[in-house]
């Protein structure tokens, strides 16, 4: 199965969050990026997903 990268604001924009809210939980260590692009940070979308089933994340939709 392909994996499928999300992008800082594509995140952002999933957890209803900001980029700078975003920043604050990667520094945390609550959500960091498990790939890079250059210096473009990357987020794989079943961590996310799970993220959002384990905890009190509400996705936009």
């Not at 959500?31 to 994340?57: A, C, F, V």
């Amino acid at each position: 199965m392909k994996k499928q990268f999300l992008s800082r604001q594509q995140v952002a924009e999933m957890l209803g969050i900001s980029l700078v809210t975003l920043h604050n939980h990667n520094k945390k260590g609550i959500l960091k990026p498990t790939h890079k692009i250059g210096r473009k940070p990357l987020y794989l979308l079943e961590d996310i997903m799970e993220k959002i089933q384990l905890s009190n994340y509400k996705t936009i939709t």
